[in-house]
């Protein structure tokens, strides 16, 4: 069983940036695949970045470059740096953990406000 508690959230101006912070319980964190994911209002959830034993991807165009995803298993805590953000990256930002593609355990959500 994994619990994943989401922090870093807020209100932002057009530009600036942003770290969330996901910290997760249990012994097996490194073994997990780590993802964020992201929910505009009126729009699906969608996935935004995602580290899986060291490897970093960005299924999301639209964050490449701006996004950095990373963890640090010592602290058993993920991270998502943004930068440059954009009214358009305003949503709510979950992370997950997963193994072999499927995504078991959620956090959730914090919330990120970008104004223009």
């Known amino acids: 069983q994994v619990q994943l508690v989401e922090s870093g959230g807020g209100l932002v101006q057009a530009g600036g940036s942003r770290r969330l912070s996901c910290a997760a319980s249990?012994?097996?964190?490194?073994?997990?695949?780590m993802g964020w994911f992201r929910q505009a209002p009126g729009k699906e959830r969608e996935p935004v970045a995602i580290?899986?034993?060291?490897?970093?991807?960005y299924p999301a165009d639209s964050v490449k470059g701006r996004f950095t995803v990373s963890r640090d298993n010592a602290k058993n805590t993920v991270y998502l740096q943004m930068n440059s953000l954009k009214p358009e990256d305003t949503a709510v930002y979950y992370c997950?953990?997963?193994?072999?593609?499927?995504?078991?355990?959620w956090g959730q959500g914090t919330p990120v406000t970008v104004s223009s």
């Open positions: 997950a953990a997963g193994l072999g593609g499927g995504w078991s355990y």
């Open positions: 249990g012994r097996t964190f490194e073994s997990y695949d």
């Open positions: 580290i899986s034993s060291g490897v970093r991807r």
